[in-house]
């Protein structure tokens, strides 16, 4: 079974090994089994805190995260400060078709938004808090849905079941993560038909900070963490060229600096980094500010020099990160005599910037007490589909890597009302004055109806094809600002489930941000603390096993060890990244007892490879490099 342990002990391990999923297809099951509820006694929207930990917020049973009325927390950091980062955080959902109890094709949303709840709270499914929860000290968990006709004009058929977790553990404290189903009851929309082109968003209407005394909504400014210029394939480099044939890393729109005008010295920790758009150069590419050679919107999970692999370690909490665990799908990026594993950070955020009313560059507030210097965000660390017959699909993803469709942010001026209008703006359809598109998408092998309408491909769409992620990119002012992060396209028959899961983030300064934010990342990885990193539960197996495989990456050779508990036919094969068979390693009878085998270059060149062990009915995959 996923273990589910609150986090109440950190524990490193400097070990080496693949991380392996083991998948059973008799006994996969959706977190939440539902038949369609009636609608007749609804339970009341109420609101529950979070506040174990450095971020505490109010959450609401209405399909949003803090409190629009500003009576209760909403993302006060660090907790006990005053000062709060969000306003409400909303959940959104779009598809095309059909889908609606009036058989019409069109463009649909259903979301949650202050003053327009189309989502109300399920009959069955109340808002619970939990202290302890099953997963985390602080849980809180509820369900909502698309289908009361006196909130909703035109329902599909949606039902989203929430599961929200805080830790106060040092390191763990400054994030609320989160895990969503979004599952189809067809009878509610119009029955028997799919969802097509189904989409699901979380917006941040961010107001960095409430510390701020002078209109601390109209200083904002958004962006986006995992926009690359370079690609992660170990037999090529990629440099990101924009519409118009511009190389990407010629551009400096976003110089990475201090804020000048504050009076705390350049080492005070408070006195902090940030992206500012101001003319000409600082001589440091803007992507890659350490100049490592990796992007800096992405996550380095290790790194590996020779035989050395070397883990990063948060220098305040004193947490090692993924040295017990990282995500099953990274890429490896070489840089001379040293390999980065790495996966893109998914993290919209936003922060306080330079208030257009004030002389000096107040970013941040520096003066205030406390300051506004926190940056807050969302970040996506997984999503798949759980069919109606238990089988798993893997929707959009990029090299096996999830990544949003899009990051959309819009100001107060240009706020989308119909749903026609909410649809474009999910998956990046709001273009500005000047015509430009902030979330251009992704559309190549994905997971959903290839008649989604509108769909944008970008000339040069490359492996993460965000151009447009900050209004700094177009030269526009700090202003009142939202983000949209979406997930999708998918088809959703009846009986099936997306599941998502991500979390709010902040932490001081970009630099914090990003930490917490990879810090989030690696609590899911991490069994001790949340799961298993896939987010599905598994039965207890007839054969249990045990594999991994060391070195990974290698240059030579490996071995692949596993342990079997009873005699059975084993197969362990190795396929591309395409999929195709490129060797059955062990197809035979075993013995019950520890085994071992060696896989080697011979005749597979340099590149990502992926390990098939099957030991009866049981199924690993697992996930190898061979270095050039």
């Not at 962006?223 to 890393?249: K, M, Q, R």
Request: with cysteine; proline share 7%.
């Amino acid at each position: 079974m996923k273990r589910k342990f609150g986090l109440s002990l950190y524990i490193s391990a400097c070990v080496l090994a693949a991380t392996f999923s083991t998948v059973s297809a008799e006994v996969l099951q959706p977190l939440l089994e539902t038949s369609s509820p009636c609608t007749d006694i609804r339970p009341d929207a109420v609101f529950k805190i979070h506040s174990i930990g450095n971020l505490s917020s109010a959450v609401m049973n209405l399909g949003f995260w803090g409190d629009p009325w500003e009576n209760i927390a909403s993302m006060e950091w660090p907790a006990g400060s005053g000062s709060n980062y969000l306003w409400c955080g909303d959940a959104w959902t779009s598809c095309f078709g059909n889908i609606t109890p009036d058989d019409s094709t069109d463009k649909w949303v259903s979301c949650s938004e202050y003053n327009d709840w189309e989502l109300q709270p399920s009959e069955g499914y109340p808002m619970e808090y939990l202290f302890p929860g099953p997963l985390a000290p602080e849980q809180t968990q509820y369900g909502v849905d698309d289908w009361d006709t006196e909130k909703n004009d035109n329902p599909y058929g949606l039902e989203i079941w929430v599961e929200n977790y805080t830790w106060d553990t040092p390191g763990y404290d400054s994030f609320m993560a989160t895990e969503m189903i979004f599952m189809h009851h067809s009878n509610q929309g119009n029955p028997g038909t799919q969802l097509d082109a189904f989409v699901a968003s979380i917006k941040g209407d961010c107001d960095v900070a409430s510390a701020d005394p002078t209109y601390c909504y109209l200083d904002d400014h958004v962006f986006y963490d995992g926009h690359a210029i370079w690609c992660n394939d170990p037999d090529a480099t990629f440099e990101y060229v924009f519409d118009g044939l511009t190389n990407a890393s010629t551009q400096d729109y976003y110089t990475y600096q201090q804020n000048p005008d504050n009076p705390l010295p350049s080492g005070d920790p408070d006195n902090i980094w940030y992206y500012y758009n101001y003319v000409g150069t600082d001589g440091i590419p803007d992507n890659d500010v350490d100049q490592n050679g990796v992007s800096d919107h992405f996550t380095i999970l290790a790194k590996i020099v020779g035989s050395d692999t070397l883990y990063r370690q948060d220098p305040e909490s004193g947490v090692i990160l993924f040295s017990e665990g990282m995500p099953y799908w990274h890429y490896s990026h070489t840089v001379s005599d040293t390999t980065y594993l790495v996966v893109p950070r998914n993290l919209s955020y936003m922060w306080d910037s330079d208030s257009p009313g004030s002389v000096e560059d107040d970013s941040g507030e520096p003066l205030l007490s406390p300051p506004c210097n926190g940056f807050i965000g969302w970040r996506l660390l997984d999503f798949w589909i759980v069919k109606a017959d238990k089988s798993i699909e893997r929707p959009i993803d990029v090299n096996g890597y999830p990544i949003p469709i899009s990051h959309t942010y819009w100001n107060w001026e240009d706020i989308p009302g119909s749903d026609t209008e909410k649809y474009n703006y999910i998956w990046g359809h709001n273009p500005d004055a000047n015509g430009q598109y902030s979330g251009p998408t992704y559309m190549l092998d994905w997971v959903g109806n290839p008649n989604a309408p509108e769909t944008i491909v970008p000339q040069n769409p490359g492996p993460f094809p965000f151009v447009y992620d900050s209004p700094l990119a177009l030269c526009y002012p700090a202003f009142e600002y939202k983000f949209l992060i979406s997930f999708g396209p998918v088809e959703l028959d009846d009986g099936d489930s997306l599941h998502v899961v991500g979390g709010w983030v902040i932490g001081r300064g970009l630099d914090g941000l990003r930490m917490n934010a990879d810090l989030l990342l690696d609590a899911y990885y991490r069994e001790t603390i949340w799961g298993e990193g896939l987010g599905i539960e598994t039965g207890n197996h007839i054969v249990s096993t045990s594999i991994t495989v060391f070195p990974n990456p290698f240059r030579e050779q490996s071995s692949v060890e596993y342990t079997l508990q009873a005699p059975c036919h084993v197969n362990l094969s190795i396929y591309d990244i395409s999929g195709r068979l490129i060797e059955d390693v062990i197809d035979s009878e075993l013995q019950a007892g520890s085994h071992s085998c060696t896989i080697g270059r011979n005749h597979i060149p340099g590149g990502v490879y992926f390990l098939r062990f099957q030991a009866g009915n049981e199924v690993e995959t697992g996930r190898f490099v061979v270095l050039k």
